[in-house]
């Protein structure tokens, strides 16, 4: 089989209009992700064991499964106990609450990263819990562990082709169908490649600068907070 330019440039404009599709799913999940993985870690750090352990076995059982599994679950497993949700949403939902697991633990190194003193500098100023957590643990926790939240999504962005099981038709479902039209799967697939390439690879190369900034950033932020852990401004 040789490749086929005529054939790779009339294809490839069906085959790029599904990018629309694919970072609005991947986009839609990550906020998922985002917003489900710090409530995880919320509740992991809760001093109410039960509370803690069932998230601790939900985290667990979630990570242990495969996605593809979970998407099957959600999309034709839930309609059966009367919980229909259309295939967009169940492929975000999946998507999202899958990798929200990992997220959670990201969370959670960056508050355990934060110095104790922080902790009490904020009970001394008599700080409620949600203004400690909000106003001094968080917005410290989160900018050092950006870079890391950026690389989980390019994986989001990159598990998006397993979406087609359920008929989303992104890339890999464009190309697959193409390619059973015209017999001819070289070209279509390797399009796909390339534009997850092309899409992935810029996108790993400025969250590698972000963790080159935010390690020069932090590394000074340490020395300061070093001589001075109680840096809470009284106006906070």
Same mark, same amino acid.
């Given at each position: 089989?040789?490749?086929?330019?005529?054939?790779?440039?009339?294809?490839?404009?069906?085959?790029?209009?599904?990018?629309?599709?694919?970072?609005?799913?991947?986009?839609?999940?990550?906020?998922?992700?985002?917003?489900?993985?710090?409530?995880?870690?919320?509740?992991?750090?809760?001093?109410?064991?039960?509370?803690?352990?069932?998230?601790?076995?939900?985290?667990?059982?979630?990570?242990?499964?495969?996605?593809?599994?979970?998407?099957?679950?959600?999309?034709?497993?839930?309609?059966? !106990? *009367?919980?229909?949700?259309? =295939? @967009?949403?169940?492929? $975000?939902?999946?998507? %999202?609450?899958?990798?929200?697991?990992?997220?959670?633990?990201?969370?959670?190194?960056?508050?355990?990263?934060?110095?104790?003193?922080?902790?009490?500098?904020?009970?001394?100023?008599?700080?409620?819990?949600?203004?400690?957590?909000?106003?001094?643990?968080?917005?410290?926790?989160?900018?050092?562990?950006?870079?890391?939240?950026?690389?989980?999504?390019?994986?989001?962005?990159?598990?998006?082709?397993?979406?087609?099981?359920?008929?989303?038709?992104?890339?890999?479902?464009?190309?697959?169908? !193409? *390619?059973?039209?015209?017999? =001819? @799967?070289?070209?279509? $697939?390797?399009?796909? %490649?390339?534009?997850?390439?092309?899409?992935?690879?810029?996108?790993?190369?400025?969250?590698?600068?972000?963790?080159?900034?935010?390690?020069?950033?932090?590394?000074?932020?340490?020395?300061?907070?070093?001589?001075?852990?109680?840096?809470?401004?009284?106006?906070?």
């Amino acid at each position: 089989m040789s490749w086929d330019w005529n054939f790779a440039i009339e294809v490839f404009p069906e085959i790029l209009g599904a990018i629309w599709l694919v970072i609005a799913i991947t986009v839609g999940s990550f906020l998922v992700s985002l917003i489900l993985g710090l409530i995880l870690t919320f509740g992991r750090r809760s001093r109410f064991k039960p509370l803690s352990l069932t998230v601790y076995a939900f985290i667990e059982f979630v990570r242990s499964t495969p996605p593809l599994v979970q998407l099957f679950f959600v999309y034709f497993a839930l309609p059966a !106990i *009367g919980i229909s949700i259309n =295939k @967009y949403a169940a492929g $975000i939902l999946t998507l %999202g609450v899958h990798y929200s697991t990992y997220i959670s633990e990201v969370y959670r190194s960056g508050i355990e990263a934060v110095p104790k003193g922080q902790w009490e500098a904020a009970t001394a100023m008599n700080f409620s819990k949600t203004q400690t957590w909000f106003r001094v643990i968080l917005p410290q926790a989160i900018p050092p562990v950006i870079p890391m939240l950026g690389n989980y999504f390019i994986v989001l962005f990159k598990e998006t082709p397993i979406l087609m099981a359920i008929g989303i038709g992104e890339f890999l479902q464009k190309a697959q169908l !193409i *390619g059973a039209n015209q017999f =001819k @799967y070289l070209e279509p $697939i390797t399009i796909v %490649g390339l534009l997850f390439l092309l899409l992935s690879y810029p996108s790993a190369l400025l969250i590698n600068k972000l963790e080159q900034k935010s390690k020069l950033a932090f590394s000074g932020k340490d020395k300061r907070l070093s001589k001075n852990p109680f840096r809470l401004k009284s106006g906070a």
